[in-house]
């Protein structure tokens, strides 16, 4: 027996810091940890300790005598990762950041994966660091609330470590505070000695092409803050009444995207938003057809993505791909990018010779390209070609453009328009002479932009904390002008509805006891008034008509 890492790998390597036998791979000091999709488990090596399982933020390793039945498959996908492995690079000493007894405040702006990161190792730091961590929402968390899949309840488990940090005594929490509308930069840096931009890049993109502005074409960011109850996305009508849905692209929000809308209404015990999940059980969406631009050896999802889609109940994926036989991994500098690819193409070309059984099916189209998007008034159809076949419109009544995301600046910082990012080196922010802007650092998508999952932040955060730490270290950054204490106050004399983590912990325990109470993981709330008068910070208004007539419990 062995262990097994599964499905809901984040790639934070925390289980790999405390292995005692060194068997999982790739570790961060690996070339090849910034190309694998998951971490791997030697069972050759592993002495069964379960070490790692006690560590993992979100329930992804089992035993292997153990493995739910829809992750077996990962015992084998462990096992074959070492096949061919190239020997682990000699384990470099731990980084060791700059320990200070100094005070150092540092105000943390965005409370999403890479805020939490930042803000932990700035706590580890020294006994007198102290974080303001700040976040525009009610709520903490950014994407991992508002971005990963409600079937994607193991990897939400992450933010149980995140809520820790929440709870430290040097943390101060200010939710519902926007930066640079709000609260400037500079009112930052007056009550601390340095800000960590965390901001993330989470405005959808549009593919650019004629008809993406009609009504039914959506970008990923309205439709999968729509299903999981984001506040601006919360009233974004989602028509679900053609049985063809189409997505443009194939990377990992796509394939979210596309079971959410084949089988939303099967997430009925999770915390999918509840406007969502009523539309949802109405749909009338019968099959998804993904586009991919280039071929099935470039396809952008995961591997552990697509087995989830082939563990659909009752849906059938098929496999558009003439050359699928032909097709071999683009050759890869490392050999987790190209273990990962040659999984895919495997389970591509065993899914593109079954016949179709369901009614509902998934669609997988590669090497197509997409002209435009038809229609009067709303969306009915998309005008695609593929190499070797006549252009033709596919009907539809929606069209989903998984093209990727955005930052948005803010207001007071410097930002690149071309990038979409705040501009940066090594963590520190720079001005468009390329010189670092005194006690401004960045982490997170804004300063990579949108790629890597949750533990990817890790390792971004940590560098930008050792980069502060540095310059607090060389006398580099000034001592705020006001006390950091004042910060609460100087909030309050702007009027700013500022909601503490009592408040916050009113409004999760509501939606926890809410969703308890009809089965569910929770309920989330939508309504920004609803959920500022549940934290305390303004008298409860008359209740919302909403789009939704699911009735809250009393
Ligand atoms: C649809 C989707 C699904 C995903 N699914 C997975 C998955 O299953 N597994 C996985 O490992 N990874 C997944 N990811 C990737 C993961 O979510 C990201 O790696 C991660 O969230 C990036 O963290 P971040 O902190 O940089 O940004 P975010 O998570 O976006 O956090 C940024 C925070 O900053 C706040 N903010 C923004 N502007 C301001 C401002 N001006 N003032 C104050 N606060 C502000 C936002 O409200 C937000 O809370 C997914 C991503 C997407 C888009
Ligand atoms: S069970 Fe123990 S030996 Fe096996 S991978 Fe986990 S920590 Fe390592
Ligand atoms: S999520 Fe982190 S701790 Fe869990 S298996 Fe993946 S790398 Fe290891």
């Known amino acids: 027996m062995a262990f097994v890492i599964t499905q809901a790998c984040c790639s934070d390597a925390t289980c790999a810091a405390v292995c005692p036998a060194d068997c999982i791979h790739p570790t961060p000091d690996d070339p090849n940890f910034l190309h694998a999709e998951m971490l791997y488990i030697d069972p050759a090596r592993c002495i069964d300790c379960a070490a790692c399982v006690e560590v993992c933020p979100v329930d992804a390793i089992h035993s292997e005598d153990e493995l739910p039945l829809d992750l077996k498959g990962y015992a084998s996908i462990n096992h074959d990762y070492f096949t061919g492995a190239p020997p682990p690079p000699v384990a470099q000493p731990k980084s060791t950041r700059t320990v200070t007894t100094d005070r150092l405040a540092v105000a943390v702006v965005g409370a999403g994966p890479s805020g939490f990161y930042a803000a932990a190792a700035l706590l580890d730091a020294g006994p007198n660091v102290t974080v303001s961590l700040i ?69 959808g993109r549009r593919p650019g092409i004629p008809g993406d502005d009609l009504p039914g074409s959506f970008s990923a960011a309205e439709v999968v803050g729509w299903y999981n109850g984001h506040p601006e996305y919360a009233d974004v009508a989602v028509p679900l009444n053609h049985p063809t849905a189409v997505v443009v692209g194939n990377g990992n929000v796509a394939l979210d995207v596309v079971r959410v809308l084949l089988r939303g209404q099967r997430m009925d015990h999770t915390d999918i938003a509840d406007h969502a999940l009523e539309a949802l059980s109405d749909s009338e969406i019968r099959e998804v057809i993904v586009l991919g631009r280039r071929g099935p050896e470039h396809a952008a999802f995961s591997f552990s993505q697509l087995l989830a889609l082939d563990h ?68 009915q159809g998309v005008h695609v070609s593929s190499a070797g076949t006549e252009p033709s419109v596919i009907e539809t009544g929606i069209v989903v453009s998984c093209v990727g995301f955005d930052g948005r600046p803010v207001t007071g910082v410097a930002f690149d328009p071309a990038a979409t990012r705040i501009p940066s080196r090594g963590g520190r922010v720079v001005d468009p002479q390329g010189q670092p802007v005194t006690g401004q650092y960045v982490t997170g998508w804004i300063k990579r932009g949108p790629s890597g999952v949750i533990g990817t932040n890790k390792a971004c955060a940590e560098e930008t904390v050792d980069a502060l730490l540095d310059d607090h270290r060389h006398g580099l950054l000034p001592e705020p002008s006001q006390p950091t204490a004042a910060f609460a106050n100087h909030l309050e004399h702007r009027s700013v509805n500022r909601i503490d983590r009592r408040g916050w912990l009113r409004i999760d325990d509501h939606e926890l006891r809410q969703g308890r109470s009809t089965g569910r993981t929770r309920r989330k709330l939508v309504d920004l008034g609803h959920m500022t008068a549940l934290a305390g910070t303004t008298p409860v208004p008359a209740p919302a008509v909403r789009s939704t007539n699911l009735k809250e419990n009393p």
């Open 135 to 203: 976040d525009r929402l009610p709520t903490p968390f950014g994407l991992v609330r508002a971005g990963v899949a409600p079937d994607h309840q193991d990897t939400k488990g992450v933010t149980r470590g995140f809520a820790m940090t929440v709870a430290h005594p040097r943390v101060n929490t200010f939710l519902n505070v926007e930066v640079g509308t709000e609260v400037s930069p500079a009112d930052l840096l007056a009550h601390h000695h340095a800000v960590v931009y965390a901001v993330g890049a989470a405005a």
């Open 312 to 379: 659909l109940a009752g849906v059938d994926v098929v496999v558009h791909s003439p050359d699928l036989d032909d097709a071999s991994p683009a050759p890869e500098l490392h050999h987790a990018s190209e273990y990962a690819a040659k999984q895919k193409l495997a389970l591509l070309a065993e899914m593109a010779s079954r016949t179709p059984r369901h009614d509902r099916r998934i669609h997988l189209r590669f090497a197509t390209a997409v002209h435009g998007i038809v229609g009067v008034d709303a969306v």
